[in-house]
């Protein structure tokens, strides 16, 4: 088994690890290392929590971050679409334009419910 085509890879990862790895370890073996009361405390916002950690979550948090992905998700289909249009052809750009239609729709619905107005 002939494992020359893969060197680029393995070299790729190998280089990879290394700039993620050697960073982190010449900071740990370089760095100062002064630790006091106040680098060890618990850290959450600037301030002591003083409140449980279950507490309730206002629910336009969780609609904003659903909406970001869904449009996020939907816009990185665009990318693929736009390097293989030449060979897909027209029934390729119809259908992604049927695509992004129903993207707007959704969009103009999510706008008019209020959804992406912050108070």
């Known amino acids: ?9 393995i070299l790729f990862i190998l280089v990879g690890a290394a700039v993620g790895v050697a960073p982190q370890l010449i900071g740990f073996l370089l760095g100062p290392n002064r ?3 106040a680098k060890n405390s618990p850290y959450e916002c600037g301030f002591e929590a003083f409140e449980d950690a279950r507490m309730k979550f206002d629910v336009r948090y969780y609609l904003v971050a659903i909406l970001f992905i869904l449009f996020d998700l939907e816009i990185a289909f665009l990318f ?3 390097l293989s ?6 029934s ?8 992004l239609g ?8 999510e706008w008019k419910k209020g959804a992406l107005d912050w108070e």
């Open 102 to 109: 129903i993207l707007v729709v959704g969009f103009v619905y």
């Open 80 to 82: 693929p679409w736009a």
């Open 85 to 90: 249009l030449h060979e897909i052809g027209a």
């Open 92 to 99: 390729g750009f119809w259908a992604m334009m049927i695509f």
């Open 35 to 37: 630790p006091d009361t």
């Open 1 to 9: 088994m002939d494992l020359q085509p893969y060197l680029p890879v």
